[in-house]
Structures are given as structure tokens and as C-alpha cells.
T-cell receptor
């Protein structure tokens, strides 16, 4: 079945630094989404991307839907302590064998105070 | 607070046993999804129900079953439990049929530990 390769698996950054993470797949997806999971909670949607090449921002977050439709990246600018958590990419494919969202394994973000 | 309620929050049981996890979706949401989150495995889609009917199936084991009731709450039944079933089980709900056209709202999860 489809798989998403998300990298990096984890990262430590200094407060104020910019962060970049990405997701790639061997399959083409129609929709890319980015979720964030805070400790002890369920994931929350950050950004949704619906068109190849689309660049979308949500505050300090910027995400892009790759032209090939096989990848997406998420950037966080000027990181702050509350950015700590696990970030998941998710792809959706119409008519896919699983018929639903496929999640990456997550990028665990830790910020040095 | 996402509006999705899951019970119990924590559950410890023994191998071979059976447990039921319960989910109450956000008010008005017709779709309910179940996901399994294990260490190093990310979120694995199990099954989706829409307005009482099974809509999509993922990597759900035959030992697992689910249903959505007329009041739209859902239950995930896990039987003949094995050590490897220990995981965090999430329920998510959405007002729309397809998860790409509307946000999924996740509950806080039910942590299952099988000893």
C-alpha cells in the first residue's frame, strides 16, 4: 500500500530558529495535510493543501504541495516553545486501496529554551 | 477541546481478553474514524463509519470490529488481545464524508496496555 516517508524523525532547535520538515511518497496524492499532536492529546489540523504547487500559510507555518504531487513540506518560522510536539503529514488519494488518509510517522520537534 | 470524547482514557488488560473502546463524535459529525498509534508506527487507519454505515476499511485485524450506533457514537471492539495490540487508539470525527474535504477532529485517545 501507499507509504509516506517523513523526515526528519526528530529535531532539536534553538528558540527563534526556522524549522523545515518534509514528506515524500512513491504515490501521487490528491490532497496533503499537516497535523500537529501535542503531548497527551490527539492530532490537530494545521494546514490543508489541495492543488499541486499550492503554497499556503497559517501564521508562522508555511506548507507546499509539491508539483509532482508526491511530496510536501512544512516550514515553521521563528520557533517558540509551544511548537514542541509531533508533526504528521497526511496524504489522501481518491479511490486509493485504503480509501482514506495515509499518515507519515511524524517529526518530533523539541525546542531548547 | 476537540469535542470528541473517548472512554476509557487508560485500560490495562491481559492477553486473550476483550475490550471495548467508546467514542462520542462532535455534535453534528456523521463520520467517525478509528486510528491506532503505536510507537514508531505513526497513525494507522483502521476503519471509518459514516451515518451508521461502514465507509472505508484500513489495516484492521479480524480480531477487531467496530460499529456506529443510531446516535452516532461508535465502539471499537478488540478481542483475543495480544501484547502487540498495546497502543493508543484514536477516534476522530468529521461532518463530511471524505477526510480530505473537511477537518478531522481527534479525541484524546484511549491508551491500551496488554500484559
Amino acid at each position: 500500500g501507499q507509504q509516506l516517508n517523513q523526515s526528519p524523525q526528530s529535531m532539536f532547535i534553538q528558540e527563534g530558529e526556522d524549522v523545515s520538515m518534509n514528506c515524500t511518497s512513491s504515490s501521487i496524492f490528491n490532497t496533503w495535510l499537516w497535523y500537529k499532536q501535542d503531548p497527551g492529546e490527539g492530532p490537530v489540523l494545521l494546514i490543508a493543501l489541495y492543488k499541486a504547487g499550492e503554497l499556503t500559510s497559517n501564521g508562522r507555518l508555511t506548507a507546499q504541495f509539491g508539483i509532482t504531487r508526491k511530496d510536501s513540506f512544512l516550514n515553521i518560522s521563528a520557533s517558540i516553545p509551544s511548537d514542541v510536539g509531533i508533526y504528521f503529514c497526511a496524504g489522501f488519494l481518491y479511490g486509493g486501496s485504503q480509501g482514506n488518509l495515509i499518515f507519515g510517522k511524524g517529526t518530533k520537534l523539541s525546542v531548547k529554551p | 477541546d476537540s469535542g470528541v470524547t473517548q472512554t476509557p482514557k487508560h485500560l490495562i488488560t491481559a492477553t486473550g481478553q476483550r475490550v471495548t473502546l467508546r467514542c462520542s463524535p462532535r455534535s453534528g459529525d456523521l463520520s467517525v474514524y478509528w486510528y491506532q498509534q503505536s510507537l514508531d508506527q505513526g497513525l494507522q487507519f483502521l476503519i471509518q463509519y459514516y451515518n451508521g454505515e461502514e465507509r472505508a476499511k484500513g489495516n484492521i485485524l479480524e480480531r477487531f470490529s467496530a460499529q456506529q450506533f443510531p446516535d452516532l457514537h461508535s465502539e471499537l471492539n478488540l478481542s483475543s488481545l495480544e501484547l502487540g495490540d498495546s497502543a493508543l487508539y484514536f477516534c476522530a470525527s468529521s461532518v463530511v464524508l471524505s477526510p480530505d474535504t473537511g477537518e478531522l477532529f481527534f479525541g484524546e485517545g484511549s491508551r491500551l496496555t496488554v500484559l
